[in-house]
């Protein structure tokens, strides 16, 4: 059965999931990259996108995500659409993945950008990675290089940050530096490991 030992890894653009998920991974925990599953299937069904959105999103049989990105979320049909031909067959990959994790009987991530916003995954236990809104404009302006409008209109494209952090089963501050982050992950490795321990 998919998820019995799953968290789900949240939060939003610019948070530091992939930081996070990078850190955690060093202290031993496995985790499922869902962006990267989404990335690979979206390339692999590169026609789907230059039937539906036009050629011009795709080069060299990969798709433009920058380019992509600019239609798709400034226009919700276009979101949908999108969205309503690769969630299935991301969240296929996921369990496929997910059934062979728990096979080790040992909590796992899930690194899932829109959990909440979808909910399309029977998971219990969810960590957030938080920022505040307002640093999280910043990392994403200058990660990206995109003017406050375009940087905004992603950001509020997804659940506000301070609802998903309500809603998490635990909270990883990335409002810091890095050493903070550090620190952040390693108190949350402990409680995981206590988890197990509970079971």
């Known amino acids: 059965m998919a998820f019995e030992y799953a968290i789900a890894l949240t939060?939003?653009?610019a948070t530091g999931k992939s930081t996070v998920a990078s850190l955690l991974a060093l202290h031993g925990l496995r985790y499922i990259d869902a962006d990267?599953?989404?990335?690979?299937?979206?390339?692999?069904?590169?026609?789907?996108?230059?039937?539906?959105?036009?050629?011009?999103?795709v080069k060299d049989s990969?798709?433009?995500r920058a380019s992509l990105g600019s239609i798709i979320f400034s226009n919700p049909t276009n979101k949908k659409k999108l969205e309503d031909f690769l969630h299935p067959l991301i969240r296929s990959q996921i369990i496929e993945q997910s059934e062979k994790q728990d096979k080790f009987k040992f909590p796992y991530l899930i690194d899932i950008p829109l959990f909440f916003?979808?909910?399309?995954?029977?998971?219990k236990n969810v960590a957030?990675?938080?920022?505040?809104?307002?640093v999280q404009l910043a990392r994403f302006m200058k990660r990206n290089g995109f003017e406050e409008e375009e940087a905004l209109k992603r950001?509020?494209?997804?659940?506000?940050?301070?609802?998903?952090?309500?809603?998490?089963?635990?909270?990883?501050?990335?409002?810091?530096?890095?050493?903070?982050?550090?620190a952040e992950c390693e108190e949350f490795v402990e409680k995981i490991k206590e988890l197990k321990k509970d079971d």
């Open 155 to 182: 950001i509020e494209s997804q659940m506000n940050i301070e609802a998903k952090k309500k809603k998490a089963t635990w909270v990883i501050d990335n409002s810091k530096n890095l050493k903070h982050l550090q």
């Open 117 to 123: 916003e979808k909910s399309n995954y029977d998971i």
């Open 128 to 134: 957030v990675v938080y920022t505040p809104k307002e």
């Open 62 to 64: 990969k798709v433009d």
């Open 36 to 57: 990267a599953i989404s990335h690979k299937i979206l390339d692999e069904n590169c026609k789907f996108v230059a039937d539906t959105f036009g050629e011009e999103y």
């Open 11 to 13: 939060g939003g653009i």
